[in-house]
């Protein structure tokens, strides 16, 4: 078989796979008689494409969950797999958005959202048509040069989301990144959110 159909096959095989497969996982924090069970056995999957959400009661394990999705925590039963590959610790391609924007306080939006791109190399002149044209699509066009203190809480978060997807991350992971908003801005960055999936922006969990 060429080289070719070789690369058909694995193409076709990726795509019959979910891009995030959760096997049971559990964690429990702590041993013996204090130990917390921070999260049950959960199994899902998410498919490419797809904006998967987590509904649950405070301390029911939401956050414990994404993080062992991203890799920053490890099941103590079951496993995680992303692309049909173990979850072994974090990595670029899974990004976490936090309540918090996080952003650099000393740095532009524009400069915040190129952040990611240009730890990675990529050339001054692509990553700022990039960090411009989505900041164009988050809504904050004119607001280019604006440190973070000079935005509202919901253009720092729209900011902070541009910042995520500026790197192309194969997984974008958010922990309740609308909690810190008012009500009208939530509803608001929630319809953005949307728009962005159906353009065609990548896999969420929520």
Same mark, same amino acid.
Request: glycine letters at 10%.
């Given at each position: +078989? #060429?080289?070719?159909?070789?690369?058909? @096959?694995?193409?076709?095989?990726?795509?019959?796979?979910? =891009?995030?497969?959760?096997?049971? &996982?559990?964690?429990?924090?702590?041993?013996?008689?204090?130990?917390?069970?921070? =999260? *049950?056995?959960?199994?899902?999957?998410? @498919? !490419? *494409?797809?904006?998967?959400?987590?509904?649950?009661?405070? *301390?029911?394990?939401?956050?414990?969950? =994404?993080?062992?999705? &991203?890799?920053?925590?490890?099941? #103590?039963?079951?496993?995680?797999?992303?692309?049909?590959?173990?979850?072994? /610790? %974090?990595?670029?391609? @899974?990004?976490?958005?936090?309540?918090?924007?996080?952003?650099?306080?000393?740095?532009? &939006?524009?400069?915040?959202?190129?952040?990611?791109?240009?730890?990675?190399?990529? %050339?001054?002149?692509?990553?700022?048509? $990039?960090?411009?044209?989505?900041?164009?699509? +988050?809504?904050? &066009?004119?607001?280019?040069?604006?440190?973070?203190?000079?935005? !509202?809480?919901? +253009?720092?978060?729209?900011?902070?989301?541009? @910042?995520?997807?500026?790197?192309? %991350?194969?997984?974008?992971? +958010?922990?309740?990144? =609308? /909690?810190?908003? #008012?009500?009208?801005?939530?509803? $608001?960055?929630? #319809?953005?959110?949307?728009?962005?999936?159906?353009?065609?922006?990548?896999? !969420?969990?929520?």
């Amino acid at each position: +078989m #060429d080289g070719v159909n070789l690369r058909a @096959r694995a193409s076709l095989l990726a795509e019959a796979l979910p =891009l995030i497969s959760v096997e049971e &996982a559990a964690r429990t924090f702590g041993a013996g008689p204090r130990a917390i069970e921070a =999260l *049950g056995p959960v199994s899902f999957e998410v @498919r !490419s *494409g797809e904006f998967f959400c987590i509904v649950g009661p405070s *301390g029911c394990g939401k956050s414990t969950l =994404l993080d062992l999705v &991203a890799g920053f925590e490890r099941p #103590d039963a079951g496993r995680v797999l992303v692309g049909g590959r173990p979850v072994l /610790g %974090p990595d670029p391609r @899974r990004l976490l958005l936090f309540q918090e924007h996080a952003l650099l306080p000393w740095r532009s &939006a524009r400069a915040n959202v190129e952040l990611g791109l240009e730890l990675a190399g990529v %050339p001054r002149a692509d990553r700022r048509e $990039r960090a411009r044209g989505l900041l164009h699509e +988050m809504g904050l &066009a004119g607001f280019e040069n604006a440190r973070p203190r000079e935005l !509202s809480g919901g +253009m720092r978060q729209r900011v902070s989301i541009a @910042r995520a997807l500026a790197v192309d %991350p194969d997984v974008l992971l +958010m922990d309740e990144p =609308l /909690g810190a908003v #008012d009500a009208l801005t939530r509803l $608001r960055l929630q #319809d953005e959110l949307l728009t962005l999936q159906r353009r065609g922006a990548r896999p !969420s969990s929520w």
